[in-house]
């Protein structure tokens, strides 16, 4: 055709919705991503990224070729409406696919970069139409997405409302620690994982002062408490991981002036009641490891106390090995007693193993996704 410009050859595919969504309403996150040092990003793309991950299920073996979510999926906020997100989703999305992950040997021999989000697939691209948003995840990353052994797990409903990036961190790093209650980072460790490191330029090399002293984001500790905890607290005050921190000083000062803080103790404030959360009760598979649970007279108690460290899958088997004893010779004379004691020391096995692992993560500083703009 006279007046074709021949030199456009960008493949407008459209962004319909092809699948109805299945939101699990639980994110499963692996700590090698938890415990990363992550790059601040927009609340609207750590929004879109829980959309996503709150569809893969423990049962798949691969990710999906794509995801897809109803862009009121991720609107947790009063004053914007589908109309008026398009824009901080266009920004957001623009965030997440320039999101690399970095991997590292401790020797520093290795190093290599992977993108988060796969934007080379031309038939069905990373983007939004019609109320519908998009998202491939980069295929190679599959392992820290698909049957993730070591994780971190936390209910959905509570991190969409949150407002703030320090929250959502926050979120994410307590709800490792719910067991025990207590987060005790070095402020090293700290500054790490809430982006608040030293410093870097376009090519990766640390910024450095007037003075030749490399540059922290939040150098003074009052600035690092005030612009990092103070909204997360107001914020999670309302969910399961209320929390209160206090500062951690050097224990003896050889010179003189103010002992300097050298960590920092948060405590959880609302432990488990007993009660089982209303969201398990509404997920239908989590719902059927309970009324098998509650068949062999497991208590709620201990089901809301260990439940989500054992695992749906490891319960299943439980009840498997109890009906199969049951019917040999070694019948079960007492569930109530039985059954319960035998929980309860499988659960409290995992939350031990939990807490190994997870400071593992906390102190492996190589092997592991060093994420400039993270999920």
């Given at each position: 055709m006279i007046g074709q410009d021949k030199r456009n050859t960008q493949l407008v595919i459209p962004l319909e919705l092809t699948y109805e969504p299945q939101h699990n309403e639980i994110i499963k996150q692996h700590w090698n991503v938890t415990f990363a040092r992550q790059g601040k990003m927009s609340v609207a793309a750590k929004r879109i990224m829980a959309r996503v991950m709150d569809q893969i299920r423990d049962d798949e073996y691969a990710l999906r070729p794509y995801y897809q979510f109803r862009i009121g999926d991720i609107i947790a906020d009063a004053d914007i409406t589908q109309d008026t997100a398009y824009k901080p989703i266009k920004a957001a999305l623009r965030e997440l696919t320039d999101v690399k992950w970095e991997f590292e040997s401790l020797d520093g021999k290795e190093w290599y970069v992977r993108h988060l989000l796969d934007t080379t697939n031309y038939e069905m691209p990373v983007g939004y139409k019609?109320?519908?948003?998009?998202?491939l995840l980069n295929p190679a990353l599959q392992p820290y997405f698909i049957k993730v052994a070591h994780y971190t797990k936390y209910q959905l409903s509570n991190y969409m409302s949150l407002r703030s990036w320090y929250s959502m961190r926050f979120f994410e790093i307590l709800s490792a620690f719910r067991d025990t209650g207590v987060w005790s980072p070095n402020i090293e460790q700290y500054r790490q994982l809430m982006d608040c490191w030293y410093e870097k330029d376009k090519r990766g090399n640390n910024k450095k002062n007037k003075d030749g002293t490399l540059k922290l984001k939040y150098p003074q500790t009052a600035d690092l408490i005030k612009y990092t905890m103070s909204e997360a607290i107001q914020e999670?005050?309302?969910t399961n991981l209320a929390f209160t921190y206090e500062a951690i000083y050097e224990s003896e000062r050889?010179?003189?002036g103010r002992k300097k803080v050298t960590g920092f103790k948060f405590t959880i404030q609302r432990k488990l009641d007993g009660r089982i959360p209303d969201f398990w009760l509404n997920n239908a598979i989590v719902l059927r490891v309970i009324n098998n649970l509650r068949s062999w007279k497991v208590t709620d108690k201990n089901i809301a106390t260990y439940l989500e460290d054992i695992g749906t899958e490891a319960?299943?088997?439980?009840?498997?090995?109890w009906q199969i004893k049951s019917n040999s010779?070694?019948?079960?004379?007492?569930r109530l007693k039985y059954c319960n004691a035998v929980f309860v020391k499988v659960g409290k096995a995992a939350q031990e193993r939990l807490k190994k692992e997870v400071q593992s993560a906390l102190e492996r500083n190589y092997d592991t996704p060093n994420q400039k703009n993270p999920v």
């Amino acid at each position: 055709m006279i007046g074709q410009d021949k030199r456009n050859t960008q493949l407008v595919i459209p962004l319909e919705l092809t699948y109805e969504p299945q939101h699990n309403e639980i994110i499963k996150q692996h700590w090698n991503v938890t415990f990363a040092r992550q790059g601040k990003m927009s609340v609207a793309a750590k929004r879109i990224m829980a959309r996503v991950m709150d569809q893969i299920r423990d049962d798949e073996y691969a990710l999906r070729p794509y995801y897809q979510f109803r862009i009121g999926d991720i609107i947790a906020d009063a004053d914007i409406t589908q109309d008026t997100a398009y824009k901080p989703i266009k920004a957001a999305l623009r965030e997440l696919t320039d999101v690399k992950w970095e991997f590292e040997s401790l020797d520093g021999k290795e190093w290599y970069v992977r993108h988060l989000l796969d934007t080379t697939n031309y038939e069905m691209p990373v983007g939004y139409k019609n109320g519908i948003i998009t998202v491939l995840l980069n295929p190679a990353l599959q392992p820290y997405f698909i049957k993730v052994a070591h994780y971190t797990k936390y209910q959905l409903s509570n991190y969409m409302s949150l407002r703030s990036w320090y929250s959502m961190r926050f979120f994410e790093i307590l709800s490792a620690f719910r067991d025990t209650g207590v987060w005790s980072p070095n402020i090293e460790q700290y500054r790490q994982l809430m982006d608040c490191w030293y410093e870097k330029d376009k090519r990766g090399n640390n910024k450095k002062n007037k003075d030749g002293t490399l540059k922290l984001k939040y150098p003074q500790t009052a600035d690092l408490i005030k612009y990092t905890m103070s909204e997360a607290i107001q914020e999670l005050a309302n969910t399961n991981l209320a929390f209160t921190y206090e500062a951690i000083y050097e224990s003896e000062r050889i010179t003189k002036g103010r002992k300097k803080v050298t960590g920092f103790k948060f405590t959880i404030q609302r432990k488990l009641d007993g009660r089982i959360p209303d969201f398990w009760l509404n997920n239908a598979i989590v719902l059927r490891v309970i009324n098998n649970l509650r068949s062999w007279k497991v208590t709620d108690k201990n089901i809301a106390t260990y439940l989500e460290d054992i695992g749906t899958e490891a319960a299943n088997k439980l009840v498997y090995e109890w009906q199969i004893k049951s019917n040999s010779n070694e019948l079960i004379q007492d569930r109530l007693k039985y059954c319960n004691a035998v929980f309860v020391k499988v659960g409290k096995a995992a939350q031990e193993r939990l807490k190994k692992e997870v400071q593992s993560a906390l102190e492996r500083n190589y092997d592991t996704p060093n994420q400039k703009n993270p999920v």
